[in-house]
Every structure is written in structure tokens, then in C-alpha cells.
T-cell receptor
Framework: GENVEQHPSTLSVQEGDSAVIKCTYS??????FPWYKQELGKGPQLIIDIRSNVGEKKDQRIAVTLNKTAKHFSLHITETQPEDSAVYFCAASHNNNDMRFGAGTRLTVKP | GAVVSQHPSRVICKSGTSVKIECRSL??????MFWYRQFPKKSLMLMAT?????????EQGVEKDKFLINHASLTLSTLTVTSAHPEDSSFYIC??????????????FGPGTRLTVL
């Protein structure tokens, strides 16, 4: 089955700096890679996703890159703000079946 | 669009009782719903996948007789924790997807239900 590893487990940045979270996956058949943001006591919220036919996707301050050959994908947040502080999860699945999540990254943005 | 609700948001029950958690897709029909469990500061662990009108598919290690899942309609799935024990205390989260209707297989998550078993 799929195994997703996520690094770092915690990340602290100054407001305005960039934050990068990296994930690797094991199943070459995986073709869908979403990123979720989870605030304390709430469910995960989809912030961006990418499919295996695309190498990069951007949405305002958030971008995701995918390297299929190396089986890794990354989340990039630019111009970070305190409200970006949360736990971020990457995930990988094949056609939405058997989605596996990374262990999560606790991002803290210091004002 | 793609709003998923859960009820209740919090529940406290006595050991040995059963608890039902509802998951609803409010603005779309979900052909597939997923149930996850999350321990404090941990990742989401998939418990089961349910397709409307079919029996749920449980992940290895998840007791289907203890965690009863019903997906009777395209907008509602329920998880019943039977004979709950303190070790069942956790954050339970559902998600829903509808690949055909929404033209995406993205899972949309509910807000979660915190279960505490005394």
C-alpha cells in the first residue's frame, strides 16, 4: 500500500517569510496529491491539490510542486501570515482510492 | 460548495453505551464517504470507506462490528460506536466525494466529532 512521509514535523517562520513542507510517497500508481490545512479542533480543509499530469500548481500565496520521477511533492507558502499557523497534511491516492496522509507539519508563523 | 457537516460536534458518554455520529453532504450528493479517526497531534487514519447503498469496506484492524457504518442515502452516512470504551475516545472525521457530479475525486472533510468515553 501507499506510504507517505512528511517533513518537517514542526516549522516556525517569521511573518513574511516562506514556508516549505515536503512529502514523499511510495506507490508510483498514485496520481492525486492534495494538501489540507487543519486548525485546532476542526476538520481538514483542502487548500490545494495537484494531479500527476501536472508539475506545478499555484493559487495566490500557495504553490505545490510534484516530481513524479523522485516521487515527492512540496507545498510552498509565500509571504506567510499568522493566520497560516495550523497543521498541514499532505496526502496521496490513486483515483481517490486508499488516500494516505502524511504525519502532518505544525506551522507556526511568528508576528 | 462542497460543504460537509457532522453531528454532534462533541459527545461524552459512559462506557458500554453506543454513540451515533452523522455525516452529511449539504450541497452535493456524495457517492462515497470516508470515516477517519485522529488521535491528538497525530495524522488521520482511515477507518472505512462507504459507497451509497453498499456495505462499507473496513481497513485492516478496524472492527466492523464495533464501528457500524451506514450510508443509506447520497447525503448521509452514520458511524455508530457500539459498546464504547475509554480507548475509543478520539476525534472522528468524515469526508465525502462525488467524482462524477463534481468532476473531481477530491475529498471534502467535515468538522469532526470529539468523542469522550468515561
Amino acid at each position: 500500500g501507499e506510504n507517505v512521509e512528511q517533513h518537517p514535523s514542526t516549522l516556525s517562520v517569521q511573518e513574511g517569510d516562506s514556508a516549505v513542507i515536503k512529502c514523499t510517497y511510495s506507490d508510483s500508481a498514485s496520481n492525486y496529491f492534495p494538501w489540507y490545512k487543519q486548525e485546532l479542533g476542526k476538520g481538514p480543509q483542502l487548500i490545494i491539490d495537484i494531479r500527476s499530469n501536472v508539475g506545478e500548481k499555484k493559487d495566490q500565496r500557495i504553490a505545490v510542486t510534484l516530481n513524479k520521477t523522485a516521487k515527492h511533492f512540496s507545498l510552498h507558502i509565500t509571504e506567510t501570515q499568522p493566520e497560516d499557523s495550523a497543521v498541514y497534511f499532505c496526502a496521496a491516492s490513486h483515483n481517490n482510492n486508499d488516500m494516505r496522509f502524511g504525519a502532518g507539519t505544525r506551522l507556526t508563523v511568528k508576528p | 460548495g462542497a460543504v460537509v457537516s457532522q453531528h454532534p460536534s462533541r459527545v461524552i458518554c459512559k462506557s458500554g453505551t453506543s454513540v451515533k455520529i452523522e455525516c452529511r453532504s449539504l450541497d452535493f450528493q456524495a457517492t462515497t464517504m470516508f470515516w477517519y479517526r485522529q488521535f491528538p497531534k497525530k495524522s488521520l487514519m482511515l477507518m472505512a470507506t462507504s459507497n451509497e447503498g453498499s456495505k462499507a469496506t473496513y481497513e485492516q484492524g478496524v472492527e466492523k462490528d464495533k464501528f457500524l457504518i451506514n450510508h443509506a442515502s447520497l447525503t448521509l452516512s452514520t458511524l455508530t460506536v457500539t459498546s464504547a470504551h475509554p480507548e475509543d475516545s478520539s476525534f472522528y472525521i468524515c469526508s465525502a466525494s462525488s467524482p462524477v457530479a463534481r468532476r473531481t475525486d477530491t475529498q471534502y472533510f467535515g468538522p469532526g466529532t470529539r468523542l469522550t468515553v468515561l
